[in-house]
C-alpha cells in the first residue's frame, strides 16, 4: 500500500482479476482458515455491495506520499504506549472486533471492552481486519445502528 506502484496494480486487479485482489486481501488481512478464504472470496465477489465498498475504499485512499509523516508519525507514537488509558473514557462505547483479525489481535477489543465502564463487546465470529466486507458484516451494521439509535435518544 506504500508504493505508487502497488496501488496502481490494486486497481488494475480489481477490474480485471478481482477474484485475485479479493482472495491475497483476505489471507493478508486475516487468520481465517484457507476454506473460510475462499468462501469470504467468493462471498464478497458475488455480493455487488461489498465489490462496490471495496472500490470506493481503494478509489479514496489518497497517495502514500501525502500520507507518509502523520503514518510514520502514529508508528513512533504507537510503538510508545505502555497501556491505554481506557478507564478514562466515559461516553458509550461499542466494541465490534473481529476474532480473525491479523491485524489487531481480538484480545484488544476485549480489553477494551472491559477496561471502557459500560463498553458492549460485539463479538464478530470469523471477522477479520475489514469487518464491512466478512461474515455477519449486515449483522455488524445493525448492532452499530441499534447502538447509535439507543445513545442519540440519550444524548
Known sequence: MTNPVVGWLQHQL???LPKVLVSQMVKLESTLTTEDRVRVTEDILANRDKVELLRKFMMDMPPYDLLRAGFENDMSRFAA????????VKCPTLVSHG???DHVPFTHGETSAREIEGA???????????????DGADEV???QLD?????AASA
Open 120 to 134: 458492549q463487546l460485539h463479538r464478530v465470529e470469523k471477522g477479520w481486519h475489514l469487518l464491512a466486507l466478512g
Open 14 to 16: 480489481l477490474a480485471h
Open 147 to 151: 447502538f447509535l439509535r439507543k445513545h
Open 99 to 101: 476474532t480473525h483479525d
Open 81 to 88: 504506549i505502555v497501556r491505554l488509558p481506557l478507564e478514562a
Open 141 to 143: 451494521r445493525q448492532v
